[in-house]
């Protein structure tokens, strides 16, 4: 029996044993996730470097959208509805943040829109000479018509050189949020890049070859695949320049909280009602390949981890361990200082009597019959529906959205509420006047129906549910 508890010395029969610490290269797959699409989207992917988990980034295919959000998000002036909150609206202003029933208007703008020129102005210019030079081809009665097909040949696939090029120089004209040049993940790649240089430079010092080469593949690893998913966020944006009505929209959570943006089309179309896509440096075959390489490199690199020497077996395994943790407390930080989103200017411009829609108030109402009653209001979702609306001036979109039951009593609440909003009666009593609509159509609209034979007597307040009739999914139903 020893006579010591722990292992002594090491590679001996009764010592201590780093054979798994290549296990430790492959775990924290779960902490790599959420920050494998912001490390793709800067150049510092490309640095070798030791990462926890390298075959989180080994998938199949590439995502081509951003995540989303559940919220009904709808237009106020066009009806839009779109069922789903884009990635960086949700960096904006993050609506998990809001308590259930409250009521928030932000006010969303370009910033220093005077002074930016246009890389949509731009592509319009050249289209425009484009079409020009082409109809003037088209138009000249000398050119001979077989000749266009030569100059103007059919378009190829484009290759990884000329995505990179495009997509580096913005020659699409679509919006895009880059990523921060100074966030902490950039940070920890520089860090942890030269950490791997230390380390191979270490090894050589202790004259480890094994360790050499384990180092420099697992490092390869994260610089192949990281090449192959290079992305950009790429927004959408309007192809003319057309006046169209304001872009306001509404976002109503599960939770029953409204909040209303106020934007121009193109703020709406870039960050609500368009898609956010993810354009990459790589083609889709280049992709494949890439990855099948860094699967290689990985399988070798375990094998080599297995045989390095005590000291650097020790040393990688610490540095995984740390490396861990380090991205674990990442992920605690807030998403802004990962992208940059200067390009937009939000401003919260809620109105006074509508920041306490999440809590308990106390008001003075006047009925019809000029009496003035105290009444305590507690947070509802009709009550918040009306600060939407009051703020709006429109029922159009609670329509469209499903934010109300589809019933009379319900029409005609909304049409009260429309009214008043635009009269400025801002101290209208909306869950009084819903209470007393609902009321009045249930003692007018009790009927008889014959069923079978049999006469039922029924109501519609049965039928009549006080939910809004357009539910806005889970969050955890992706």
């Not at 202003?93 to 890389?119: G, M, Q, W, Y």
């Amino acid at each position: 029996m020893s006579s010591s508890w722990f292992p002594n010395g090491k590679n001996s029969e009764s010592g201590w044993k780093l054979d798994i610490v290549s296990l430790l290269a492959v775990i924290g797959e779960s902490s790599m996730d959420s920050h494998i699409q912001v490390l793709t989207s800067s150049w510092y992917c490309v640095l070798p470097r030791i990462i926890p988990a390298p075959q989180a980034l080994l998938k199949p295919t590439r995502p081509t959208r951003l995540p989303q959000i559940n919220a009904a998000v709808v237009g106020v002036h066009n009806g839009t509805l779109v069922p789903t909150l884009n990635y960086f609206p949700e960096i904006l202003h993050p609506i998990d943040d809001l308590p259930a029933f409250s009521f928030k208007v932000l006010k969303i703008t370009h910033k220093k829109e005077k002074k930016r020129k246009s890389a949509r102005d731009v592509h319009q210019v050249e289209e425009a000479r484009s079409v020009h030079e082409t109809d003037r081809i088209l138009g000249d009665s000398i050119t001979d018509p077989r000749t266009v097909g030569i100059e103007c040949e059919i378009p190829t696939r484009k290759s990884t050189l000329r995505n990179l090029k495009r997509v580096m120089t913005g020659q699409d004209g679509r919006p895009r949020i880059p990523a921060r040049k100074i966030s902490p993940l950039n940070i920890i790649t520089i860090l942890t890049f030269l950490w791997t240089c230390a380390l191979i430079i270490w090894a050589r010092i202790i004259r480890d070859g094994t360790a050499i080469l384990a180092l420099i593949s697992i490092s390869m690893v994260s610089s192949v695949v990281g090449f192959a998913s290079w992305w950009q966020p790429v927004l959408m944006n309007r192809p003319s320049k057309s006046k169209v009505p304001a872009g306001d929209v509404v976002i109503r959570t599960r939770e029953g909280a409204f909040l209303l943006v106020k934007c121009d089309e193109d703020v709406a179309r870039e960050l609500y009602t368009g898609t956010e896509e993810c354009q990459y440096y790589v083609t889709t075959e280049g992709y494949r390949v890439l990855v099948g390489i860094g699967t290689v490199l990985l399988m070798i690199s375990v094998v080599l981890l297995g045989n390095c020497g005590f000291i650097m077996q020790a040393a990688i395994g610490i540095s995984y361990m740390v490396l861990n943790g380090v991205f674990w407390a990442a992920s605690l930080l807030d998403r802004t200082r990962f992208w940059n989103l200067s390009y937009y200017q939000v401003e919260d411009i809620t109105p006074h009597d509508s920041l306490d829609a999440h809590e308990k108030t106390t008001i003075s109402t006047t009925d019809y019959a000029g009496i003035t009653e105290t009444q305590e209001q507690l947070p509802s979702f009709t009550r918040t529906m009306w600060y939407a609306i009051r703020e709006t001036k429109k029922i159009a979109w609670v329509k469209s959205g499903g934010a109300a039951p589809k019933t009379p009593e319900w029409d005609e609440w909304l049409l009260l509420a429309e009214k008043h909003a635009i009269l400025g009666d801002r101290t209208w009593p909306a869950v009084k006047m819903r209470d007393y609509i609902l009321a009045k159509g249930t003692t007018t609209t009790t009927a008889r129906t014959t069923v079978s034979g049999l006469t039922q007597e029924y109501t519609t307040a049965a039928t009549r549910e006080q939910i809004p009739a357009f539910e806005v999914p889970p969050r955890n139903s992706r």
